[in-house]
Structure formats: C-alpha cells, structure tokens
C-alpha cells in the first residue's frame, strides 16, 4: 500500500475516528485495536494510537512516549490472551521506515504460528538496514533515563 500524501487522509486515522467498518477489538481515550486485513499468523492484530504519529522514527526518549507504546503493548497482550490463549507464542513490533506499509505508527500483534510460515521474512530483523523492531526493543530504545511513576 503507498504511503499517504499529506493531501489524503490517512486510512488508520479514519479507522481511530470510527468512520469505516473496520471492526474494532479495543478503543480507549489512546489507542485502537482491530485485525490486520492481511494477516499473517493465526491472530494479527494492528494496534495504533488515536493521534496520527508517523512511525517510529518519530518517538522520543520521553515518558509519553514510552507510556504510550507500552499501553499499545499491553492492550496487544490481553487482546491476544484473550483470543489465542492456546497459542504458545506471541510476537509484537513495529516495521520502521522504509519498511513500513502505512505512515501511522502501529503495533503488530501476533500469536504464532505465522500463515503461511515464509510469512515470517516480512517481520525479522535487517540488523542496521532497520526492518522489524520487537515492542520491547523499542521501549528499551525510548525508556526515559530520568525514573519514572509508572
Ligand atoms: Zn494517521
Ligand atoms: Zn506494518
């Protein structure tokens, strides 16, 4: 999918405002949840926040945002417990820049195994060229140096 222009809507702050069919598994005051359209595991779930942040690149190492991506996480956990509790392993990360299909930041969610399994070289690591990013990475990458009240 290319890219949204800045004179085009951007297709996940449509889904975040509730204006298509999407179907959503969460909303909150940050964040929305509904099924990838194309999944690639037995569960892909997309998680993205309500306010339009292009990608990762766009993240600071400030406690907004490291709560933010950590609530993003947490909501992927429970959806994926909830929905795949027999599945023995979950995946979550985000594509980064060039990699990434949409300009909106979103968290993919996985309960392995991937459908088909080649599926998988979309979401490995590419070391410095960049490609996927596990959640956790991320956090450690934007963790505030400064302790925070979680
Ligand atoms: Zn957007
Ligand atoms: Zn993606």
């Given at each position: 999918m290319a890219a949204a222009g800045s004179s085009s809507p951007c297709i996940f702050c449509q889904i975040a405002r509730f204006s298509t069919s999407t179907t959503l598994l969460h909303t909150d005051d940050r964040v929305v949840a509904f099924p990838d359209v194309n999944p690639s595991a037995f569960r892909h779930y997309l998680v993205i926040p309500a306010m339009h942040i292009p990608t990762i690149k766009d993240l600071r190492r400030r406690k907004e945002d490291y709560q933010l991506v950590r609530h993003m996480l947490d909501v992927g956990i429970s959806l994926l417990q909830k929905?795949?509790?027999?599945?023995?392993l979950f995946r979550f990360g985000f594509h980064q820049p060039p990699f990434n299909s949409v300009n909106h930041l979103h968290l993919h969610c996985f309960a392995l195994p991937f459908t088909p399994r080649w599926r998988d070289i979309k979401y490995i690591s590419l070391g410095p060229l960049g490609g996927f990013i596990e959640a956790e990475k991320l956090l450690e990458r934007i963790k505030p140096l400064t302790p925070l009240n979680l």
């Open positions: 929905d795949a509790p027999e599945s023995k």
